[in-house]
Nanobody
Framework: QVQLVESGGGLVQPGGSLRLSCAASGRIFGFNAMGWYRQAPGKQRELVAIMSRTGNTNYADSVKGRFTISRDNAKNTVSLQMNRLRPEDTAIYYC???????????????WGQGTQVTVSS
C-alpha cells in the first residue's frame, strides 16, 4: 500500500507565496515520476509540474517562472514552491507519483488526498 500525504496549502493574497510538500510511504520501489496536479471548481484536473528521479522537469505554461518543483529521492518527498500566486491558481492541489517517466507527462497510479490553495485578497 502506497500513501502520499500533502501539506502546506492555505489562503494567501495575490502575489504571495506558498510551499507544498508531499511525502510518500508504504511499498515504495522508487517512483520515476513525482509531481503535482490541480483541479479548480468546474474544471478538469491538470498537470502543474512533474519531475523525474534524474531531475527532468515539465511545467504547465501558466506556472513557468513562478513555480519550482523539487524532490528528495532518498526521503521520497516532492515539493512545490509557488511564488507570485494569482487568483487563478486557486484549486485543490494533488500530489501524484508513478513508476514511469513519460513525455508528454501522464499521471501515475498514486494520488494524495489533496490540499486546498486559495489565492484571494
Amino acid at each position: 500500500q502506497v500513501q502520499l500525504v500533502e501539506s502546506g496549502g492555505g489562503l494567501v493574497q495575490p502575489g504571495g507565496s506558498l510551499r507544498l510538500s508531499c511525502a510518500a510511504s508504504g511499498r515504495i520501489f522508487g517512483f520515476n515520476a513525482m509531481g503535482w496536479y490541480r483541479q479548480a471548481p468546474g474544471k478538469q484536473r491538470e498537470l502543474v509540474a512533474i519531475m523525474s528521479r534524474t531531475g527532468n522537469t515539465n511545467y504547465a505554461d501558466s506556472v513557468k517562472g513562478r513555480f519550482t518543483i523539487s524532490r528528495d529521492n532518498a526521503k521520497n518527498t516532492v515539493s512545490l514552491q509557488m511564488n507570485r500566486l494569482r487568483p487563478e491558481d486557486t484549486a485543490i492541489y494533488y500530489c501524484n507519483a508513478g513508476q514511469e517517466w513519460r513525455l508528454p507527462p501522464q499521471a501515475g497510479d498514486y494520488w494524495g488526498q489533496g490540499t486546498q490553495v486559495t489565492v484571494s485578497s
